[in-house]
């Protein structure tokens, strides 16, 4: 057994000891690997089959090297009684990536069985606990990066523009979207940036965001609950780069406003309506980035595309 398996397998079971019990005995380890995550880093789920007191039982965990503001963000928020998997690392003060046990929050799942309904609502409460929890508390979060007018350039020039430019060159994209709708897109893209100044500036909406709150990083666990995983993107800026991707219609936009509120945060409407929709515009840019390369070989991918457009030129609030 190499070392590296070794010290995957003590941090499976520091991991057990930690958040399951003391007493326990190993019986099985299986590992098979579910490819890789955004950044191209390999995802290994590991299936442990285990004694307590004579009584055979069986859990699921992940492992990655994460980053070091992933660390960070979920055990701040693990700890703050957020809904984010639990986790352990033995590197902890590193920058590096380092190895990370996480809690496999939707194993025992079953996705076809759900109250839809009821976990929307549920997610909500969860993301607003989160911004609510975290709002206004940038001097303890030296670690986090910031949303700033860099990171919003980052996002359009080096993620979407490439693809962008190389979608509509093709005859087949341009007769499937049409030229006005493309136009349309290319105007709000060339000033987005600046739009977003007004958001990047008001830090009474500054909280920790997720950032990438896409439908692959929100899970439901044990069919009863929401969980958001996979914070490498983790930043510290308006809480509406989140909520677009999670509200698609007015009465979701509501139940979160809600439980923001309780929170004692009270945006008013039309500020609201107004930031709502400049970072729905935003986010509907940034991510049809993946779908322009592939929309022609997935009807999902087509799908997405066209959801992700309709938040550019078409916004709840617009």
């Given at each position: 057994?190499?070392?590296?398996?070794?010290?995957?397998?003590?941090?499976?079971?520091?991991?057990?000891?930690?958040?399951?019990?003391?007493?326990?005995?190993?019986?099985?380890?299986?590992?098979?690997?579910?490819?890789?995550?955004?950044?191209?880093?390999?995802?290994?789920?590991?299936?442990?089959?285990?004694?307590?007191?004579?009584?055979?039982?069986?859990?699921?965990?992940?492992?990655?090297?994460?980053?070091?503001?992933?660390?960070?963000?979920?055990?701040?928020?693990?700890?703050?009684?957020?809904?984010?998997?639990?986790?352990?690392?033995?590197?902890?003060?590193?920058?590096?990536?380092?190895?990370?046990?996480?809690?496999?929050?939707?194993?025992?799942?079953?996705?076809?069985?759900?109250?839809?309904?009821?976990?929307?609502n549920k997610e909500l409460?969860?993301?607003?606990?989160?911004?609510?929890?975290?709002?206004?508390?940038?001097?303890?979060?030296?670690?986090?990066?910031?949303?700033?007018?860099?990171?919003?350039?980052?996002?359009?020039?080096?993620?979407?523009?490439?693809?962008?430019?190389?979608?509509?060159?093709?005859?087949?994209?341009?007769?499937?979207?049409?030229?006005?709708?493309?136009?349309?897109?290319?105007?709000?893209?060339?000033?987005?940036?600046?739009?977003?100044?007004?958001?990047?500036?008001?830090?009474?909406?500054?909280?920790?965001?997720?950032?990438?709150?896409?439908?692959?990083?929100?899970?439901?666990?044990?069919?009863?609950?929401?969980?958001?995983?996979?914070?490498?993107?983790?930043?510290?800026?308006?809480?509406?780069?989140?909520?677009?991707?999670?509200?698609?219609?007015?009465?979701?936009?509501?139940?979160?406003?809600?439980?923001?509120?309780?929170?004692?945060?009270?945006?008013?409407?039309?500020?609201?309506?107004?930031?709502?929709?400049?970072?729905?515009?935003?986010?509907?840019?940034?991510?049809m980035s993946w779908n322009?390369?592939?929309?022609?070989?997935?009807?999902?991918?087509?799908?997405?595309?066209?959801?992700?457009?309709?938040?550019?030129?078409?916004?709840?609030?617009?």
């Open positions: 057994m190499s070392m590296e398996s070794v010290t995957l397998q003590q941090l499976i079971k520091q991991t057990i000891n930690q958040y399951v019990s003391s007493d326990i005995h190993i019986l099985s380890i299986k590992s098979n690997p579910i490819g890789a995550g955004s950044q191209a880093i390999e995802l290994l789920r590991h299936h442990i089959e285990f004694l307590i007191n004579g009584v055979k039982n069986d859990i699921s965990y992940v492992t990655k090297k994460a980053t070091f503001i992933e660390r960070s963000a979920l055990s701040r928020l693990f700890l703050q009684g957020a809904n984010v998997p639990y986790t352990l690392s033995n590197e902890v003060h590193t920058q590096d990536r380092s190895l990370i046990c996480i809690q496999d929050v939707d194993y025992q799942t079953n996705y076809s069985h759900l109250d839809i309904d009821l976990l929307q409460q969860a993301l607003a606990y989160i911004h609510g929890t975290n709002m206004g508390l940038k001097k303890e979060l030296p670690w986090i990066p910031i949303v700033n007018r860099s990171h919003i350039i980052e996002m359009m020039e080096r993620r979407w523009r490439p693809l962008w430019n190389t979608a509509i060159e093709r005859p087949s994209f341009i007769e499937e979207f049409g030229s006005p709708l493309i136009s349309e897109i290319e105007t709000v893209a060339s000033h987005i940036v600046d739009d977003l100044e007004i958001l990047i500036k008001d830090e009474h909406t500054h909280t920790m965001i997720h950032n990438d709150l896409n439908p692959g990083n929100v899970l439901v666990h044990n069919n009863e609950d929401v969980y958001f995983i996979d914070w490498e993107e983790a930043r510290y800026g308006s809480l509406f780069f989140d909520i677009p991707l999670r509200c698609t219609h007015l009465g979701q936009v509501e139940i979160y406003r809600e439980f923001l509120s309780s929170h004692g945060y009270d945006i008013p409407q039309h500020q609201f309506e107004k930031y709502f929709s400049l970072a729905s515009r935003y986010l509907g840019i940034r991510y322009l390369g592939v929309w022609e070989q997935y009807p999902h991918a087509k799908d997405d595309l066209k959801k992700y457009m309709k938040m550019v030129t078409q916004p709840l609030f617009s």
